[in-house]
Antibody
Framework: EVQLVESGGGLVQPGGSLRLSCEASGFTFSGYDMSWVRQAPGKGLEWVSGISGSGGRTNYADSVKGRFTISRDNSKNTLYMQMNSLRAEDTAVYYC???????WGQGTLVSVSS | DIQMTQSPSSLSASVGDRVTITCRASQGIRNDLGWYQQKPGKAPKRLMYAASSLQSGVPSRFSGSGSGTEFTLTISSLQPEDFATYYCLQYNSYPYTFGQGTKLEIK
């Protein structure tokens, strides 16, 4: 059974940093591209960033480019998102997603507020 | 970037109704499209991939069609558990983009 478990969310002040993690199990982690998708309170889904199975290729939404960095450690079956220079508009539930959206984690809430 | 325009944004229907939701892409995406169902407080669940392939375990009353720029999700006979919000996602090219969502409510 595929499992994706996010952690690392919380309350942070504007301008602060946070690192999200997603621990994967139940599949060959290195064989899949992975993504982060977020959902602001009461809003729709927004794709944030993706990374290839090897980690050699990354992509970002314009809204986070230059502030967020996606990475992965295939030896630990873990996906990461380093989030810097956080803004109020980054407040959202962040989901870890396998491939083209076949499996999703339960999400972790990031709140950016003073 | 590819824009996905989803319609309608909301829809009221009754149990047993047939409903259709549409997504239009701003440029051709072949059949690189998925449909997702989300219930309040829950993660989205994939219903369809490759525009018309049914995700394992999803009831056959759900179907998808389309290619290129126009896509539809059809629910042939609404059941009480189908009242939720639905999204399309294009994964043809980065950045991936979602439609704005369709909230399906009970009439």
């Amino acid at each position: 059974e595929v499992q994706l478990v996010e952690s690392g969310g919380g309350l942070v002040q504007p301008g602060g940093s946070l690192r999200l993690s997603c621990e994967a199990s139940g599949f060959t982690f290195s064989g899949y591209d992975m993504s982060w998708v977020r959902q602001a309170p009461g809003k729709g889904l927004e794709w944030v960033s993706g990374i290839s199975g090897s980690g050699g290729r990354t992509n970002y939404a314009d809204s986070v480019k230059g502030r967020f960095t996606i990475s992965r450690d295939n030896s630990k079956n873990t996906l990461y998102m380093q989030m810097n220079s956080l803004r109020a508009e980054d407040t959202a539930v962040y989901y870890c997603v396998r491939g083209w959206g076949s499996d999703w984690g339960q999400g972790t809430l990031v709140s950016v507020s003073s | 970037d590819i824009q996905m325009t989803q319609s309608p944004s909301s829809l009221s229907a009754s149990v047993g109704d047939r409903v259709t939701i549409t997504c239009r892409a701003s440029q051709g995406i072949r059949n690189d499209l998925g449909w997702y169902q989300q219930k309040p407080g829950k993660a989205p669940k994939r219903l369809m991939y490759a525009a018309s392939s049914l995700q394992s375990g999803v009831p056959s009353r759900f179907s998808g069609s389309g290619s290129g720029t126009e896509f539809t999700l059809t629910i042939s006979s609404l059941q009480p558990e189908d009242f939720a919000t639905y999204y399309c996602l294009q994964y043809n090219s980065y950045p991936y983009t979602f439609g704005q969502g369709t909230k399906l409510e009970i009439k």
